[in-house]
């Protein structure tokens, strides 16, 4: 059984910053592509970012210059280091990674349970 579990989030006020983490655990042989999306009231799940197992990034363009995805592969964690924190960034954060495991034959797409971050002063 593979889990992704996240934390760091919280209430901020404007302008503020917080950093979040998501670690995986389980029987994990190894870890591809890890991204972090996030999902406010009455809208879809979008993208924030995402990392390569590489170190290689990408990023939504509203959040461009203010956030910062990275990864430590020897913790199997990837975090999301958020500066200059805006309203519209609240919502809930989910992180997700590409995982193969020891018992299988390809990679899957598994999905942390979510952490809320609010901006607000």
């Known amino acids: 059984q593979v889990q992704l579990v996240e934390s760091g989030g919280g209430l901020v006020q404007p302008g503020g910053s917080l950093r979040l983490s998501c670690t995986a655990s389980g029987s994990i042989l190894s870890i591809n592509t890890m991204a972090w999306y996030r999902q406010a009231p009455g809208k879809m799940r979008e993208l924030v970012a995402t990392v390569t197992s590489s170190g290689r990034t990408n990023y939504a363009d509203s959040v461009k210059g203010r956030f910062t995805i990275s990864r430590d592969n020897a913790k199997r964690t990837v975090y999301l280091q958020m500066n200059s924190l805006k309203p519209e960034d609240t919502a809930v954060y989910y992180c997700?990674?590409?995982?193969?495991?020891?018992?299988?034959?390809?990679?899957?797409?598994?999905w942390g349970q979510g952490t809320q971050v609010t901006v607000s002063s």
């Open positions: 997700n990674a590409i995982i193969v495991r020891y018992s299988d034959v390809g990679a899957s797409l598994y």
